[in-house]
C-alpha cells in the first residue's frame, strides 16, 4: 500500500488505517507515536500543491494497461506526438513507470538530462511544444535498475508532479506502469485536487489481457476516474503486399470489441500490428510522421481525434454546467 513506511513492520496496517498506531504489529515500530496521534490521517499537503501547480494544465489524460507488453507506452508517446503536431498546443508527457521507463528510449531522448532551475526541474524537449519527464533522466545509464519500495516510488511520483516546471500546457499524458499498484493509487490521489479528464485504457485481443484490463476497468470505477475508453493493439496483422489480415492474437473472447459492449465502454479503435513501429520506437522517432498512410497511422489518427473530441465535450460540459 502506498501508506506504509519504509521503515514499517511486516504487518503494519497503514497510516492512514483507524487500527494505526493501535495493532500489535504496530509495537516497536518508531511510527507508532506519530500514527497514534493521528497526524498521519490528515490529507497529504503536497495535493493542494500538485493543484496550484497543475491549474495551467486544460487536459489530463492517463494511460493505463491492465498486463505489461500491450504497447501501453508505446500508445502514449504516439498520442503526445499526434497532440504535439498541432503546433499551437503544448504537450507534455509524463513517464511514472518508474522501475521499466521506456519513454526516454523512445522519444529518442536517451542520455539527455534533467537540469534544476529556480522554478523547478526543466523537462527535456522533443519539439518546442512537447516535453517530457521520466526517473530514465535521472539515472546514470538505460541499464541502471530502480529497486525501490512503494513509498519511495510514490515519492518520486510527487515530486514529478509539484516540482516539474510545466509551464501552461494543453495537454499533460501520463504513461503509467501495467496493473493497480501503489503508483496508480499515488497518481489518482495526487491529482485528486486538479481535473482529470480520464483514463485510454489499452489492451490487445486475447482474453488474457482483457482479463487484467477488467480489473483496470473496476480500479478506475472504484476511484471515480473517467474512462475516456479502450484501444485495441496489435489488432491483426495487415500484408503490406497482399493487404489480407492475419489474427496473430486470436480474439477468442470477443477482444476490446465485445468486452467494452458488455461494459457500456467506448472502443476507441483498433490499432493493427506493423513491424515498424517497434522500428520507430528503438531508433526514437515518431511512426505517425515515418509512415503517415500506413492502415496503423491512420487508426492512430482516429483514435486521437475521438481523444481530443472527449476532452473538448467534457470542456461544453462543465462551462455549461457552471
Given at each position: 500500500?502506498?501508506?506504509?513506511?519504509?521503515?514499517?513492520?511486516?504487518?503494519?496496517?497503514g497510516?492512514?488505517?483507524?487500527?494505526?498506531?493501535?495493532?500489535?504489529s504496530?509495537?516497536g515500530?518508531?511510527n507508532q507515536?506519530?500514527?497514534?496521534?493521528?497526524?498521519?490521517?490528515?490529507?497529504?499537503?503536497?495535493?493542494?500543491?500538485?493543484?496550484?501547480?497543475?491549474?495551467?494544465?486544460?487536459?489530463?489524460?492517463?494511460?493505463l494497461?491492465?498486463?505489461?507488453g500491450?504497447?501501453?507506452?508505446?500508445?502514449s508517446?504516439?498520442l503526445?506526438h499526434?497532440?504535439?503536431?498541432?503546433?499551437?498546443?503544448?504537450?507534455a508527457?509524463?513517464?511514472v513507470d518508474?522501475?521499466?521507463?521506456?519513454?526516454p528510449?523512445?522519444?529518442?531522448?536517451e542520455g539527455?538530462?534533467?537540469?534544476?532551475?529556480?522554478?523547478?526541474?526543466s523537462?527535456?524537449?522533443?519539439?518546442?511544444?512537447?516535453?517530457?519527464?521520466?526517473?530514465?533522466?535521472?539515472?546514470?545509464?538505460?541499464?541502471?535498475a530502480?529497486?525501490w519500495?512503494?513509498?519511495?516510488?510514490?515519492?518520486?511520483i510527487k515530486?514529478?508532479?509539484?516540482?516539474?516546471?510545466?509551464g501552461?500546457?494543453?495537454y499533460?499524458?501520463v504513461?503509467?506502469p501495467?496493473?493497480t499498484?501503489?503508483?496508480?493509487l499515488?497518481?489518482?490521489?495526487?491529482?485528486?485536487?486538479?481535473?482529470?479528464?480520464?483514463?485510454?485504457?489499452?489492451?490487445?485481443?486475447?482474453e488474457?489481457?482483457l482479463q487484467?484490463?477488467?480489473?483496470?476497468?473496476?480500479?478506475?470505477?472504484k476511484?471515480?476516474?473517467?474512462?475516456?475508453?479502450?484501444?485495441e493493439?496489435?489488432?491483426?496483422?495487415?500484408?503490406?503486399k497482399?493487404?489480407?489480415?492475419?489474427q496473430?492474437?486470436p480474439?477468442?473472447?470477443g477482444?476490446?470489441e465485445k468486452?467494452c459492449?458488455?461494459?457500456?465502454?467506448?472502443?476507441?479503435?483498433?490499432v493493427?500490428?506493423?513491424?515498424?513501429?517497434?522500428?520507430?520506437?528503438?531508433?526514437?522517432r515518431?511512426?505517425?510522421?515515418e509512415?503517415?498512410d500506413?492502415?496503423?497511422a491512420?487508426?492512430?489518427?482516429?483514435?486521437?481525434q475521438?481523444?481530443?473530441?472527449?476532452?473538448?465535450?467534457?470542456?461544453?460540459?462543465?462551462?455549461?454546467?457552471?
Open positions: 500500500m502506498g501508506d506504509v513506511p519504509d521503515n514499517a513492520p511486516e504487518h503494519c496496517p497510516t492512514k488505517s483507524e487500527q494505526a498506531g493501535k495493532s500489535a504496530c509495537q515500530c518508531p507515536k506519530l500514527c497514534a496521534s493521528g497526524a498521519t490521517k490528515a490529507p497529504d499537503p503536497a495535493i493542494a500543491e500538485i493543484g496550484i501547480k497543475l491549474s495551467t494544465v486544460k487536459h489530463k489524460i492517463l494511460v494497461s491492465g498486463k505489461g500491450v504497447g501501453k507506452s508505446t500508445f508517446a504516439h503526445a499526434a497532440l504535439a503536431s498541432d503546433t499551437t498546443k503544448e504537450v508527457l509524463l513517464d518508474i522501475c521499466g521507463p521506456s519513454i528510449r523512445i522519444m529518442g531522448l539527455e538530462q534533467v537540469h534544476q532551475s529556480g522554478s523547478g526541474w523537462p527535456v524537449y522533443v519539439e518546442d511544444n512537447l516535453a517530457v519527464m521520466s526517473i530514465g533522466f535521472l539515472l546514470g545509464g538505460p541499464d541502471d530502480v529497486i519500495r512503494g513509498p519511495k516510488k510514490n515519492g518520486m515530486q514529478f508532479l509539484r516540482d516539474v516546471d510545466w501552461e500546457l494543453d499533460l499524458i504513461d503509467t501495467p496493473g499498484s501503489d503508483e496508480h499515488s497518481i489518482v490521489q495526487y491529482l485528486s485536487s486538479t481535473h482529470v479528464d480520464g483514463a485510454v485504457i489499452i489492451t490487445t485481443p486475447q488474457v489481457s487484467d484490463v477488467r480489473k483496470e476497468i473496476r480500479f478506475c470505477k476511484v471515480k476516474l473517467p474512462i475516456i475508453g479502450v484501444v493493439n496489435m489488432s491483426g496483422f495487415i500484408c503490406p497482399c493487404k489480407n489480415t492475419s496473430i492474437f480474439p477468442t473472447s477482444g476490446a468486452m459492449a458488455d461494459l457500456n465502454l467506448p472502443l476507441l479503435g483498433k493493427p500490428l506493423d513491424p515498424r513501429i517497434a522500428r520507430s520506437c528503438d531508433e526514437g515518431s511512426f505517425l510522421s509512415v503517415p500506413s492502415p496503423a491512420q487508426a492512430y489518427q482516429r483514435i486521437v475521438s481523444i481530443q473530441d472527449y476532452c473538448s465535450n467534457r470542456v461544453t460540459e462543465e462551462q455549461s454546467a457552471t
